[in-house]
């Protein structure tokens, strides 16, 4: 791995005290283990390698401390986060430190007994991901013949049972053209929520960019369709919320990713390693475990927290540019994985030396032929843990 002779393993001067926020927001993500096979999950590729999780009472300490540091929001994610056996418990005690708690769940593994047990248990609301609304295409993008059925029936059931209901679709080149399928299905089973999230190219999405990144056209046709039902069904009164996220690749300014670095996120990895973002564990940067640190030490005094806070790690551009406060130069793992360098400001904005990266890869959308994707599962992981 190339990091250009980047710093990042020194130590960023910042002055005495950082500056930043609480962690208002914590991921759990539970385990890496997942019945499907995604391929553009954001899971390191060498997932394979990494089986250690961790117990029940540490997950429920880290859930303790966060929450005295602030933390109000609790996501409980994966892999697949059914797979744990403890989540009943894990809700219970997230519920008892007064969380919002969200379920960031495929369905498959979930039964109208477990969708009850959880709600027993305290658990607020439920985000169901599909792959697309013909199962043909989502099945296969699954890696698995059952599971439109499952995350229909699933779906239904979220519902009947009381919850406030996410359905999230990650939108790419092989479902965007689906867009007003995908709504009409949103609005059959009443989701109140909808996240059409164009696919962001991090972990198994980046290796298969070329395979899932659309064209221009694909996505301006999405938008304006989706504008489209947002009108009739807000006329016709219904309260469903449709949102649209546009991959930063077609944008000219950089997301101010995570809100800013270490500034509300922290994400917790299955074996305890603590994360800014969830893509963070591919950056050169050493990053602090819950089993050898607490929570407040890792927030307020981690080498891997501090190391993008403030502005003064910046270079040209972002270093004098009049932005830096609303993008925080977009985003390191971006900057990182297409420049090898994570202090360099992320491509995607025009103002970068690097933005005809950006570039190539949009005008390669608009030529790409179909390939077989590289899906996110454990023989594919131990060929990327082998080099
Ligand atoms: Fe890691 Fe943007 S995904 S900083």
Known sequence: MSNSGSPCNAQPSLGSVPQHGQPLWLLAELTYKCPLQCPYCANPLDFANRTEELTTQQWLDVFAQARELG???????????????????????????????????????????????????????????????????????????????????????????????????????????????????????QADYVELATCQYYGWAYENRNDLLPTRAQLERAERITNEYRDRLAKEGNPIKIIFVTPDYYEERPKGCMNGWGQVFLTITPDGTALPCHSARMLPIEFPNVREQSIEQIWNQSNGFNHFRGYEWMKEPCASCDEKEKDFGGCRCQAFMMTGDANNTDPVCSKSPHHDLILNARQAAESAEHTEPVFRNERNSRVFCKG
């Open 71 to 189: 933390a109000a929001q609790l996501g409980f994610s994966g892999g697949e986060p059914l797979v744990r056996q403890d989540l009943v418990e894990l809700i219970g005690g997230a519920r008892e430190l007064g969380y919002y708690t969200n379920l960031i769940t495929s369905g498959v593994g979930l039964n109208e007994r477990k969708i009850g047990d959880f709600h027993d248990a305290g658990l607020d609301h439920i985000q169901v991901s599909f792959q697309a609304a013909d199962p043909e295409v989502n099945n296969m993008l699954a890696g698995s013949g059952k599971a439109f059925r499952q995350k229909l029936a699933m779906a239904k059931e979220v519902k009947a049972q009381g919850y406030p209901m996410v359905l999230n679709f990650v939108t790419h080149r092989h479902n965007i053209d689906q867009i007003d399928r995908i709504i009409e299905l949103c609005v059959e089973l």
